[in-house]
C-alpha cells in the first residue's frame, strides 16, 4: 500500500486514466473511465458478498509527495 499526503485540490494520477483529488479535509473525488466501477468498500462488500483484504496493516511505502512548483521548461 502507498499513503499519500494530498491538499484540497491536489492529485495522484493511477494508471493512465485515473485521477483522484483531494476536493476538501473529508471528501475526495475519483475521475475514471466509464467502464471503470468505484465503489465505497462497504457498498462493494453489501453488493458483491466478498470481503475485501484486511488494511489494517502499516503501509510498507509512505509517500509523502510535496506539490513540485517547478516548471518542466525552466
Known sequence: MLKFSRRPGEEIIVG???V???IDQRT???YAPDNVEI???EVYERNTG???PD???QP???VSVESDT???DQ
Open 70 to 72: 517547478r516548471r518542466s
Open 50 to 52: 466478498k470481503s475485501l
Open 55 to 57: 488494511q489494517s496493516e
Open 20 to 22: 483522484i483529488r483531494r
Open 39 to 41: 465503489h465505497r468498500a
Open 16 to 18: 493512465d486514466d485515473i
Open 60 to 62: 510498507t511505502d509512505v
Open 28 to 30: 475526495i473525488g475519483v
